[in-house]
């Protein structure tokens, strides 16, 4: 009977062990799980529409897709000539202006306004403090210095600036993602 009863208490024992284990376990996995998930906010923003027609050859104007700023610059035709000149082959990440903007639209430069560092956010070239020497984006934590194609000229960042997906919805519009 003493031997039954220490078999009972053993097998509750292991069931509440189990059972607690179990509980520890979902409690650690639902927090970890729901972090995975896209929130509703970044599902909202998955697209951003812009109106390009204000922006001025030589300007830039700063965007937010995916809670992460993007920049759009409208090239002058200097800017484009100046990036056109540079030897594809000499560069880090080589890219030309062509392959990082849309057939006919090279004048429209659309990138992620974070560094490829550390991903601090660049100043532009009209923001009064940048001294980037390559006329485009200078990235004031390291010292990353972009050209005017986003093209990493300078400094520790691995890659150019990255292009997002996006297309031209009318000849003033554009769609992020
Ligand atoms: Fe931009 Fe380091 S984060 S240079």
């Known amino acids: 009977m003493a031997t039954q009863d220490g078999v009972r208490r053993r ?3 292991n069931i509440a062990a189990v059972s607690a284990a179990g509980v520890g376990g979902l409690a650690t996995l639902v927090p970890l799980i729901s972090q995975m998930a896209p929130s509703k906010d970044v599902l909202a923003e998955s697209t ?3 109106d390009i027609s204000a922006i001025e050859p030589g300007q830039a104007v700063k965007a937010v897709f995916r809670k992460q700023p993007v920049f759009v610059r409208n090239l002058t ?3 484009i ?3 056109d000149a540079v030897p594809v082959s000499s560069l880090r990440d080589p890219q030309s202006l062509e392959e990082r903007t849309k057939e006919g639209r090279s004048n429209i430069l659309v ?3 974070v560094c490829t560092h550390l991903g601090c956010v660049p100043l532009g070239a009209a923001e009064g403090e940048n001294k980037g020497e390559f006329g485009g984006y200078f990235c004031p934590c390291h010292g990353s210095h972009y050209d005017t194609a ?3 000229r300078k400094g520790p960042a691995p890659t150019n600036l990255l292009v997002p997906e996006y297309e031209f919805t009318s000849d003033t ?3 992020i993602g």
């Open 111 to 113: 990138t992620m306004g």
């Open 48 to 50: 951003t529409e812009l």
């Open 77 to 79: 035709p200097q800017e």
């Open 81 to 83: 000539a100046a990036a």
């Open 11 to 13: 097998d509750f024992i």
């Open 173 to 175: 519009t554009i769609l």
């Open 150 to 152: 986003g093209r990493i």
